[in-house]
């Protein structure tokens, strides 16, 4: 059984990802694979089939490898626990964001609190329960950057697009993955004033 390589664990000590949370995938289908890793509570394999990209042996549990996406480290750490991913909007700036957060209150309070993006009338529409709460933002993130205010850190969490467009990207994202999830909750008295137009940002 092969061990970790020496790029490997400089990234591991590099990202403070914890021994506690890695998995030795070798001889083991994605199946099997995804499946042991919930059941155990780990949340970086290794020993994996190599990516296309640059033939790197890590991933996440849900597939993507973490090596070529260093950006990613931040949400492998959180999938080990419950979480919410939510779509917050802003009326006045006509933005959406998604995010990880493990209380609806505190977070809606923070956005505001923060003047997040400029603005300071944040209302969270959408959430829902997952123990992949983390990885669904990810991906949700990353299939909404076409409409990204700006690829500068905040900004690029912030979409100029509808309510609706964030929560058919989480949708197909919850099929295509087969995450589980619970405890959807939609503000369903105000979402109508969400439905802002869905700009491409130009590159």
Not at 44 to 73: F, K, L, W
């Amino acid at each position: 059984m092969a061990g970790l390589t020496e790029e490997q664990a400089e990234f591991i000590k590099k990202n403070k990802i914890s021994k506690s949370a890695l998995y030795d995938a070798e001889g083991k289908s994605k199946e099997e694979l995804q499946k042991d890793m919930k059941a155990e509570g780990k949340t970086v394999a290794y020993n994996v089939e190599p990516c296309e990209e640059h033939g790197h042996t890590m991933s996440s549990r849900s597939g993507y490898c973490i090596q070529c996406d260093p950006a990613s480290v931040s949400s492998v750490k959180k999938s080990a626990v419950m979480g919410l991913v939510y779509i917050a909007g802003s009326l006045k700036g006509q933005i959406i964001t998604v995010g990880f957060t493990k209380s609806k209150t505190i977070k809606e309070e923070a956005l505001n609190r923060n003047n997040t993006g400029g603005y300071g009338d944040w209302e969270i529409l959408f959430s829902t329960q997952s123990m992949d709460a983390s990885e669904i933002e990810y991906f949700t993130q990353n299939q909404l950057q076409k409409y990204s205010m700006s690829q500068d850190n905040e900004a690029k969490e912030l979409f100029c697009c509808s309510y609706s467009k964030a929560k058919e990207t989480i949708e197909g994202i919850l099929e295509e993955k087969d995450f589980k999830v619970t405890k959807i909750s939609e503000n369903r008295a105000i979402i109508s004033y969400y439905e802002f137009r869905n700009l491409v940002r130009k590159v």
